[in-house]
């Protein structure tokens, strides 16, 4: 069973920065992509951002472009969302999911973690 883990999540007032980090499983054939996913109440799960191991590939949404940042560590097996100039919009629970497609379809994603809570302050 493939497991995530998401940390890093808190509060912030408006214009700060959080780093998500996402301890992801050993890379495979059916985990080269992680993608950043996030949820605010009463709404639908929307896609964040993406990136693929084997080509350093990223993809991001337009409302995160130029503020979000997605990477990964090798050697740690973490990818990380840096997310700098938060707005109160960005105020939702977080998951990091794992596949083999780097897509924003969160329906080629496989393996999920619970999510970690971001609350950004007005």
């Known amino acids: 069973q493939v497991q995530l883990e998401e940390s890093g999540g808190g509060l912030v007032q408006a214009g700060g920065s959080l780093r998500l980090s996402c301890a992801a499983p050993r890379r495979s054939y059916s985990t080269v992509a992680v993608g950043w996913f996030r949820q605010a109440p009463g709404k639908e799960r929307e896609f964040v951002a993406t990136m693929r191991w084997n080509d350093g590939f990223t993809s991001y949404a337009n409302s995160v472009k130029g503020r979000f940042t997605i990477s990964g560590d090798n050697g740690k097996n973490t990818v990380y969302l840096q997310m700098n100039s938060l707005k109160p919009e960005d105020t939702a629970d977080y998951y990091c999911?794992?596949?083999?497609?780097?897509?924003?379809?969160?329906?080629?994603?496989?393996?999920w973690g619970q999510g970690t809570q971001v609350t950004v302050s007005s």
């Open positions: 999911a794992a596949g083999s497609v780097a897509s924003r379809a969160t329906s080629q994603y496989d393996y």
